[in-house]
T-cell receptor, first 117, second 115 residues
Framework: DAGITQSPRHKVTETGTPVTLRCHQT?????MYWYRQDPGHGLRLIHY???????DKGEVSDGYSVSRSKTEDFLLTLESATSSQTSVYFC????????????????FGPGTRLTVT | AQSVTQLDSHVSVSEGTPVLLRCNYS??????LFWYVQHPNKGLQLLLK??????LVKGINGFEAEFKKSETSFHLTKPSAHMSDAAEYFC?????????????FGRGTSLIVHP
């Protein structure tokens, strides 16, 4: 299994509080991603990173920020948590995005279940 | 822009019978296609991937998928379902549209296996 850990694995927090989720990899992969998973929506991309301090937005980035100060760590911050951000959050990594016209597969962490009350 | 549609949100089969999970994609370029499996309370795991080398792709645990460009489909099959196959399955497409290979996920198909 790819070396990806997420912390915490479970968190309950109150509306309006900031929350930071951590993703740590031991694979030295260039790309890291944050997704949220909600019933009926599959996985939706929040933000991704293509290197240290290089990040970009995904389709559901509002209310979230990210940082990557080291290759192995990718942090997701909910600046002021809302009930709509109750979800399961997955981190993923990939060696790169694509080679010669071919995309690389992703490896996923175990997920963080976040409940905002 | 790329997109992917999983045609069934739930598929129910009996143990020992064939499995068919349907996926259609839209892509303006030569896409890469993936199937991932997610068991309850777990992360996603790669089942198989198509990257233009061969249209019939074999994956883990007896699953396979066939890329059909004329039908823009990438359906996942297995000859005989096991109870351990009960899980959520995601079809994923990736191409260089917009200069990016960022993958797009389908909404998932829940496979239910009855004894």
């Amino acid at each position: 299994d790819a070396g990806i850990t997420q912390s915490p694995r479970h968190k309950v927090t109150e509306t309006g509080t900031p929350v930071t989720l951590r993703c740590h990899q031991t694979e030295n992969h260039r790309y890291m991603y944050w997704y949220r998973q909600d019933p009926g929506h599959g996985l939706r991309l929040i933000h991704y990173s293509y290197g240290v301090k290089d990040t970009d937005k995904g389709e559901v980035s509002d209310g979230y920020s990210v940082s990557r100060s080291k290759t192995e760590d990718f942090l997701l911050t909910l600046e002021s948590a809302t009930s709509s951000q109750t979800s399961v959050y997955f981190c993923a990594i990939s060696e790169d995005l694509a080679g010669v016209g071919v995309s690389y597969e992703q490896y996923f962490g175990p997920g963080t279940r976040l409940t905002v009350t | 822009a790329q997109s992917v549609t999983q045609l069934d949100s739930h598929v129910s089969v009996s143990e020992g019978t064939p499995v068919l999970l349907r996926c259609n994609y839209s892509s303006s370029y030569s896409p890469s296609l993936f199937w991932y499996v997610q068991h309850p309370n777990k992360g996603l795991q790669l089942l198989l991937k198509y990257t233009s080398a061969a249209t019939l792709v074999k994956g883990i645990n007896g699953f396979e998928a066939e890329f059909k460009k004329s039908e823009t489909s990438f359906h996942l099959t297995k000859p005989s379902a096991h109870m351990s196959d009960a899980a959520e399955y995601f079809c994923v497409v990736s191409d260089r549209g917009g200069g990016s290979y960022i993958p797009t996920f389908g909404r998932g198909t829940s496979l239910i296996v009855h004894p």
